[in-house]
């Protein structure tokens, strides 16, 4: 079974220093990555997907197939960048798995 | 345009009541996804829908939840009779269709068992 791993409960982290959200997966074959936000009082949203190779908010993330992680990471965290984050998983079309969570604050 | 829609928003009942969540997915999307969200854990799938047909409702427990999506649009998810355990978030999303669809998410009904 597919199985997405977030180490980290809550990482805190000041303003303006960089950011790295861990993400460990588990599963054999080829799966599709993404990366899920959840600001305060919002609903969760994608944030961005592997196979998009695109930066948003300034995110990027890396799928390393040897280290099996897509690790999440931001050069300099912003305030407004405060939320929970959650790594998920889908491989062909079974559904999505999500990890439990991170949750970023950043301290001004 | 409108997000996916979820009413209520909270929900409070005793234990050994019937509770009913509702879901308007975005216009056009085919697929719609329930999901349950536990405190301090990332959601997990009860059930999805392609249109009317359920097509993945290996998660959920069929001896006290129940859903439909009768015209393939709206669909509710029913719990009874409640159990404690059963306080969590239940979320509903949608896409246009199957995977690699992307899922657009609702704002979630946080249902309390007293």
């Known amino acids: 079974a597919q199985r997405v791993t977030q180490p980290e409960k809550l990482l805190s982290v000041f303003k303006g220093a960089p950011v790295e959200l861990k993400c460990n997966y588990s599963y054999s074959g080829s799966p599709e990555l993404f990366w899920y936000v959840q600001y305060s009082r919002q609903r969760l949203q994608l944030l961005l997907r592997h196979i998009s190779r695109e930066s948003i908010k300034g995110f990027t993330a890396d799928l390393n197939k040897g280290e099996t992680s897509f690790h999440l990471k931001k050069p300099f965290a912003q305030e407004e960048d405060s939320a929970m984050y959650y790594c998920a998983l889908r491989a062909g079309n079974t559904p999505l798995v999500f990890g439990k969570g991170t949750r970023l604050s950043v301290i001004a | 345009e409108a997000g996916v829609v979820q009413s209520p928003r909270y929900k409070i009942i005793e234990k050994k009541q019937p509770v009913a969540f509702w879901c308007n997915p975005i216009s056009g999307h085919n697929t719609l996804y329930w999901y349950l969200q536990n405190l301090g854990q990332g959601p997990e799938l009860l059930i999805r829908y392609e249109n009317e047909e359920a097509v993945d409702d290996s998660q959920l427990p069929k001896d006290r939840f129940s859903a439909e999506r009768l015209k393939g649009v709206d669909s509710t998810l029913k719990i009874q009779p409640a159990e404690l355990g059963d306080s969590a978030v239940y979320l509903c999303?949608?896409?246009?269709?199957?995977?690699?669809?992307?899922?657009?998410f609702g704002a979630g009904t946080r249902l309390s068992v007293l």
């Open positions: 999303a949608s896409s246009k269709g199957p995977a690699p669809n992307i899922q657009y």
